[in-house]
């Protein structure tokens, strides 16, 4: 769990505080403006209430060039940013024809963006293959995957738990498909074991009923936290509970594991106590779409059923020749070591960046060997200012505030990839360290530092 | 009588006598703070001392026994999981047909040529060679996929330009791409409607809207399937309701083109309605945009209402333009607000660049081409001539619909037989006549009611002999089966 420092945690506090304070103000104005001049729509309820989209007209539009950030080219290594200038006060932005090179740290993990031929060719097999399931079912979405599939498995009188911090798509199909929903605190084995055996007890709410089946829904890899999940011990508890396990690797499958094979791989967990492994293969694969893999009798039912596979419609040819090809690559099928070089250059990479950002004195979130690193701003004027400085020596950099995180737990969220050379990483982090001194968000003592005062304490004495 | 009632008029003088001399004995009779204390004062002092007492009694609760751990153990030992699905039975095991070459009008089915009804390919634009040179460009440039949501450096010039050159051709003010035609909806509704908002929206919507209704939490009531009286007293009703009513955001969700039944939603009927009672209107355009209207700008055109009285217009990209994804149009505050609240948009990858550079390319080639539209009317009008006069199938969709929705005249009684009959059809047209067609199968979490029927979507790419085949077929092989049932 994250720990806000005292005195960050009152700045940031007083920050919000005086943005609201203001952004009230600039309301009330506007009320009185809007009162004299009358609109079209008398008699409709305004689209949006109140303090609905306070944050949205208040807050986010100050710094609205922050986001959304258009580029013009690959999302490779190295890739173009569109300029945007505005002439009202970020409130509007127009794109420019110029353009700059910038060094992102954006998902693109492991740098497979490759042409492509297009043909329909029979591939379920091949994912089937890498994940190490008996079936597997392709959808053309990865949200879609999540918000369709649990509807469908689980309704009414069912339970699931799912872990505090997980992503939009698993909210929205637990709550699409009528079941309870219970939270358990991240990623902590033993609180999730004590939801367990209370639901169980106590039956469905009100008729105490027993549930007709629970499933456990975690991730693999958290996309705000950089955290491993603890695999191993959920799934002994999920077992000894007899509930199902379902994990979403959106992040970590073709990232992790020595084989590329994903976090089961990593922490060594048998790909026959997970139920239902689901991915996307926007990261690590550079395509788009979700699967779901598991028993042949489960992906029979949902080819059934799933409104996403009777419906929707499918991947596009070229996206699934893209995964194959990918696949292809980190497998070594192709003849050539492509992909364990990657897998094994992108651990090199991420180890060396987040052992380097703790030495430098940043906060940092995350285990080792996950690709993805937080780091933590907390301030929301902390936000733009690192967004900017970075971008303004070309290092394009991610940052995330409300609603995607916590109001206080702002942060810049790194993600490292394959395709980064070491200078590229060098040149990175001395950016990263001097916008961090100017804007102030190493909240740790660096450890040079304090080598420094050893050596100056050893000279006097 | 008379001596038993004096007796015990008696007895109660005596009593009182009692009484009033105790309480008029000298100690009752003190004086306090200058006020007369009678004797009926110690009484009174009684009784509310009582009161308090009881009052402060706790009521009687049994008391609270939480379970022991070993009683826990125990009940998670017994409790028994349903199993995570359930048992497989014969028509799961039934696995759809696999295309092996394009999905055009004609493809290739288990190395045989047949006449493909079955894609929602309206205008042919799959493997139109302009498209597929923007796509292969786009593919060249930027790779496939664009590796990040909207916000996180996913967006890419050709979103904006897709979304730009939509707007222009709409006449809208801005538009806003989703990457999957089925998120749309239910990002959309959501994002708009919260709990304790009203939506009255068509029984036979399909299961994206249903989806995005459920998860808005708002209060739902369906109108009958393309019933504008039905919808008029339900909009009555709300309206009557308390003045409260007034403050809530109210909407009417309709689809241009219904795919469950093929049927066109009278547009001028439901904007007049929604004028008189204030609601707002979201229309869903999937199988009307590029289809209806003189120059395929969809229903808003065809029933020549300006697009301004809608207020959210979306449809999914995947039909008409031969591309994949969504797009969403409206009012520049309708589409901004979306850009952080929906969460298909903010919380998911964005649209690989090459199906946005193939829509873009789409609606250039649409606009230049407007004989596409009117060759699929053409194509419509024989198609349903053709079909009217088979025995055992009624065409219930409407004649100017792309899709051409065929329902048993009999119903056999369940949703289930009829499928199987359906089915039974659209096997023997396939394997005897090369005829390809799907029937309308159903999700089991589906809540839509409309009955089942075979649907053939029409392209601007058949070509008059495939049509003539089409309808012969389904002549020959409709009573034939009906036969055997």
Redesign the interface.
């Known amino acids: 769990m994250i720990k806000i420092p005292y005195l960050a945690a009152l700045t940031t506090l007083f920050s919000y505080g005086l943005l609201f304070v203001f952004g009230q103000l600039r309301d009330f104005f506007r009320k009185i403006f809007d009162y004299w001049s009358h609109s079209k729509l008398q ?3 305004p ?3 109140g303090l ?2 306070f944050y ?1 007209r208040r807050l ?1 539009l100050r710094i609205q060039d922050c ?10 290594a190295w ?1 173009d ?2 300029e945007r200038i505005s002439n009202d006060n970020n409130k509007t932005l127009k ?1 420019t024809t110029k353009v700059s090179r910038n060094f ?1 740290q ?3 993990v492991l740098g497979l ?4 031929q ?1 043909c ?1 060719p ?1 591939w379920r097999s091949v994912w089937r293959i890498f994940v190490g399931k008996p079936a597997a079912v392709v959808f ?5 995957t999540n ?2 599939i649990l ?3 689980i ?1 009414k009188g069912g339970l699931i738990i799912s872990d505090s911090l997980n ?3 698993i909210i ?1 199909g637990a ?2 498909s009528g079941a309870t929903v219970r939270v358990f605190q991240h990623n902590t084995p033993y609180h999730l074991e004590k939801v ?3 639901q ?2 106590e039956g469905q709410p009100r008729t105490h009923r ?5 499933i456990v829904v975690v991730e693999g890899i958290y996309s705000m936290e950089g955290e491993l999940c603890k695999l191993p011990e959920i799934v002994a508890i999920c077992k000894k ?4 396990v379902y994990l979403d690797e959106a992040h970590s499958v073709g990232a992790v594991g020595k084989t590329g094979r994903g976090v089961c791989e990593l922490l060594g967990v048998d790909t026959a106590d997970v ?2 492994m689901m991915g ?4 690590s ?4 779409g979700g699967y779901i893999a598991g028993s042949k ?2 992906i ?2 949902l ?6 596979h ?4 499918s991947i ?1 040819p ?2 699934a020749q ?1 995964i194959i090809s990918s696949i292809k690559v980190i497998l070594g099928e192709d003849g050539s070591s492509r992909g364990a070089q990657k897998l094994a250059r992108i651990r090199e990479n991420c180890n060396f960046f987040r052992s380097e950002l703790q030495k430098m004195g940043f906060e940092v979130l995350g285990d080792n060997d996950s690709p993805v690193m937080p780091i933590m701003l907390y301030n929301p004027s902390k936000i733009p200012a690192f967004s900017r400085e970075c971008l303004k020596q070309n290092v ?1 950099v ?1 940052t ?1 505030a409300f ?2 995180t916590p109001l206080l737990l702002a942060r810049a ?1 790194i993600c490292i990839s394959a395709a980064h050379t070491k200078e590229d990483l060098i040149k990175a982090l001395e950016v990263i360290s001097r916008v961090g001194d100017l804007i102030g968000i190493k909240y740790f003592p660096a450890e040079p530092k304090k080598q420094q005062l050893e050596e100056t304490r050893v000279k006097f004495e | 009588m008379d001596t038993l009632a004096t007796a015990f008029e008696n007895t109660v003088r005596t009593a009182s006598d009692w009484v009033t001399l105790a309480f008029d004995a000298p100690s009752a009779r003190a004086v306090v703070f200058g006020v007369q204390i009678g004797g009926h004062l110690f009484v009174e002092g009684l009784l509310f001392v009582v009161i308090i007492f009881l009052l402060s009694q706790k009521s009687y609760k049994p008391p609270k026994r939480p ?1 022991s751990k070993k ?2 153990d125990e ?2 030992d017994e ?8 048992p ?1 039975t014969e ?4 696995e759809p047909p ?5 999905a055009g009008p004609h493809t290739r089915i288990n190395g045989k040529e047949v006449i493909n009804f079955a894609s929602a390919n309206y205008l042919g634009f799959v493997g139109h060679e302009k498209i ?1 040179e923007s ?1 292969t460009k786009a ?10 949501p ?8 050709v ?2 330009d897709c979304e730009a050159r939509i707007a222009k051709f709409l006449g809208t003010s801005d538009s806003i791409l989703y ?5 749309t909806m ?1 990002s959309i509704i959501p994002a ?1 409607s ?1 709990k304790g908002d009203i939506i009255v929206a068509d029984e036979g919507v ?3 809207i249903q ?1 995005g209704l ?2 808005s939490r708002s209060t739902i009531v369906y109108y009958k399937h393309n019933d504008m009286e039905s919808l008029r007293s339900i909009l009555e009703k709300f309206t009557q309701k308390n003045e409260r009513a ?5 909407y009417i969700v309709a689809e241009a083109v219904y ?1 469950n039944s093929g049927q066109i939603a009278p547009l001028d009927e439901i904007v007049r309605l929604k004028e008189k009672y ?1 609601f ?1 209107l979201i229309l869903d355009e999937s199988n009307s945009f590029g289809v209806l209207g003189s120059s395929g700008r969809g229903l808003t055109e065809h029933c020549r209402i300006p697009i301004e009285k809608v207020d959210i217009v979306t449809a ?1 990209m ?1 039909n008409a333009l031969a591309a ?1 994804g969504g797009f969403c149009t409206g009012s520049a ?2 589409i ?2 979306q ?3 929906s ?2 948009y ?4 964005s ?2 660049p ?2 946005a550079s193939a829509a873009l390319t789409a609606v250039d080639v649409l606009e230049e081409n407007l004989d596409l539209i009117t060759k699929l009317k053409k194509n419509v009008a024989t198609l349903h001539k053709g079909l009217s006069d088979v025995h055992g199938l009624e065409i219930v969709s409407d004649p100017q619909s792309p899709i051409v929705f065929l329902r048993l005249r009999n119903s056999t009684g369940s949703i289930k037989g009829d499928l199987q009959v359906l089915e039974d059809i659209a096997d023997r047209v396939l394997k005897e006549d090369s005829i390809f067609c799907v029937t309308s ?6 809540k839509c009611n409309l009955a089942a029927g075979i649907r053939l979507f029409v392209s601007a790419a058949h070509t008059e002999s495939d049509l003539v085949k089409a309808y012969e077929s389904f002549k020959r092989a409709t009573p034939l089966v009906l036969e055997g049932q």
């Open positions: 008699g409709y309820a689209i949006c209430l609905e989209d949205i986010y986001f959304n950030r258009p580029i013009s080219s690959p999302p490779d890739f940013v569109v794109r992102p954006a998902p693109a963006m490759e042409a492509l297009p329909i029979n053309g979405m990865g949200y879609v918000s369709a509807p469908v498995l309704g992503h939009k798509s929205n709550r699409g367990l055996r209370e169980i007890a027993p549930w007709k089946k629970i509970s007899k509930a199902y139920d239902i996307t293969f926007t990261k694969f550079g395509s788009c009798e489960l029979k039912y080819k059934y059923t799933c409104p996403a009777v419906y929707a419609t596009s070229p996206a893209q394009a991610v995330v609603p995607a969220r | 379970l009683e826990i009940l998670c409790w028994v999981p349903e199993p995570l699905i359930p497989i028509e799961m095991k039934y696999v295309l092996q070459s394009a597929l796509c593919v060249e440039k930027y790779g496939v996929g664009s590796c990040g909207r916000g996180f450096y996913g967006t890419i010039d979103h904006l990457a999957y035609g089925l998120s239910f708009f919260k399909h299961w994206g989806n459920q998860l007034k403050k809530l955001r109210r795919q204030r707002r999914a995947g994949e505050r309708v901004d607000h850009r952080l609240s969460s298909g903010v919380f998911s990858a649209l690989p090459y199906l199968k159903r999700s089991t979490i589906d």
